[in-house]
């Protein structure tokens, strides 16, 4: 098909999708057209449409200032909410659909920070021209009728019919006016499957250093939609060969200078985006940001403790120890949350466990520690030891899979039989207090962590058992 033929089809299709919005579009433009103002369909939105992918946030454009907009959208939409009006910006609730209404704007950057002066525009093509990348700067005007004439003043649907991320005015202003547009490159590659244009490359690899004007928060959060989109692998390629990841991650490009100890990749850092992908292949449902960062991350901690062995080997002893520290400093730089640092954190910390089962050696006891240690990151955790599996010898990789299925078998049995989910003590702290005369205090707690190995140990224990273990640990004690 001709890249003529594909445009029309495209947007052929991209009308038929606004057009089952016009219980949202028609009433919304409706109000505005009476008011004697301008709207349209911006962005995002209007890139989405065309590639069959719209979801139910829509963004929008208008000359209507942003105290005439909220006094519009006041009187239309189920709710409504003024937080960026400083800004320009009003958002609202239809029914199931968002929707963010942004007075034109012509802004002027002072390209210390990112954050700009805000001046209103007059016209959608200042405002079209000021946008990140071509692809995002297309428009469909919104009329009492519905969605009319398709605007393209920077011909971002040749760029999106290319699968290419330009800016409208050369990168280099672009990028000084908000360096987070280069994270946003990236993430673009990821969730569009795009490539950048060679003088955005260029671009990004000169001025990397400028991402460090943007906050830690920012940075985290185009990280986590890169990390989750279709193609992140190209997105951190692109990362890593512009500088950009040096600045932001520098860990990861960190990993390529270390060849892998069963020299079957290029280097670590190769072997790691294998594991990436097929961690995602092994998702249930949507994507899972814990999985996947675990997946990127597993392997950080081998630079640091490389060591060359006799006959020419390479080891990288407790690089899971040192690999978990190193993601805890990482990510808490980036100022994610203690929950998704803990548990990125602990799934790296345990990733290497697995492997000393062996085959099928592990005791009852080991098999329960396992799964404790594991707690609720234990389906990841199975997840992850799979996909790091990537090993060319097909003999090797089919004893592992069988390996992670019988130890997967032994789990479904002790968990059916003991509910390892919640392995307790057999006797709980009032029952010590009263068995062993004891006031609460530490001497209870240790009682209590020492049944709790015991639990681990043997399994279910009786009553009767339980209170004989205990009185023996506590003579013992005593003596």
């Known amino acids: 098909m001709t890249d003529p033929e594909r445009r029309t089809r495209l947007l052929a299709s991209a009308a038929v999708t606004l057009r089952g919005l016009a219980d949202v579009l028609v009433p919304l433009g409706a109000v505005f057209a009476t008011a004697g103002h301008e709207l349209f369909l911006v962005g995002g939105s209007v890139r989405d449409a065309v590639l069959g992918r719209l979801g139910n946030d829509l963004d929008f454009t208008t000359d209507a200032r942003p105290e005439q907009v909220a006094a519009l959208m006041n009187a239309w939409a189920d709710a409504v909410w003024d937080t960026g009006i400083e800004f320009g910006t009003v958002s609202g609730r239809k029914g199931d659909h968002f929707v963010e209404i942004t007075t034109y704007r012509s802004d002027a950057y002072d390209r210390v920070g990112r954050n700009p002066e805000v001046v209103f525009g007059e016209s959608l093509d200042a405002d079209l021209v000021r946008r990140d990348f071509t692809v995002n700067a297309m428009a469909v005007r919104i009329t ?130 294998t594991v990436l992908k097929q961690a995602m292949d092994l998702e249930d449902g949507d994507p899972d940001l814990v999985l996947r960062w675990a997946a990127l991350l597993h392997d950080i901690g081998k630079p640091a403790t490389r060591r060359h062995e006799p006959g020419g080997g390479v080891s990288f ?23 998704v640092v803990d548990d990125v954190a602990q799934l790296v910390f345990l990733h290497l466990r697995f492997h000393g089962y062996g085959d ?75 068995l062993l005369g004891l006031p609460p205090g530490p001497k209870v707690g240790q009682a209590w962590r020492f049944l709790k190995e015991l639990r681990l140990d043997r399994g279910p224990l009786s009553h009767e058992e339980a209170v004989e273990a205990l009185r023996e640990w506590w003579a013992a004690q005593q003596g």
């Open 144 to 273: 009492a009728e519905g969605p009319a004439e398709f605007c393209d003043p920077l011909d971002g649907m040749t760029a999106l019919l290319a699968g290419v991320l330009d800016t409208p005015a050369t990168p280099q202003e672009s990028f000084n006016d908000d360096p987070l547009r280069m994270l946003r490159a990236a993430r673009f590659v990821s969730q569009l499957g795009f490539r950048v244009a060679p003088r955005v490359f260029d671009a990004i690899t000169e001025m990397s250093e400028q991402i460090e004007r943007i906050t830690a928060e920012r940075v985290h959060a185009e990280l986590d939609k890169l990390i989750l989109g279709e193609h992140p692998l190209e997105a951190i390629d692109l990362m890593v060969d512009t500088g950009l990841a040096e600045r932001v991650l520098p860990e990861v490009p960190g990993m390529k200078l270390t060849i892998d100890e069963h020299h079957q990749h290029k280097d670590v850092y190769q072997h790691s985006l």
């Open 317 to 339: 002893h407790h690089h899971e120890v040192v690999g978990a520290k190193m993601v805890r400093r990482r990510m808490r730089a980036l100022k994610y949350p203690k929950a």
């Open 360 to 434: 099928g050696a592990w005791t009852d006891s080991a098999v329960r520690r396992y799964v404790t240690d594991a707690g609720p990151l234990l389906d990841r955790l199975n997840k992850l030891v799979r996909a790091d599996c990537t090993t060319r010898n097909k003999r090797r990789a089919r004893r592992l899979q069988e390996n992670y299925d019988h130890l997967e078998s032994r789990i479904a049995a002790l968990q059916a039989a003991e509910d390892l989910d919640r392995v307790r003590p057999d006797l709980d702290g009032n029952a010590i207090m009263e």
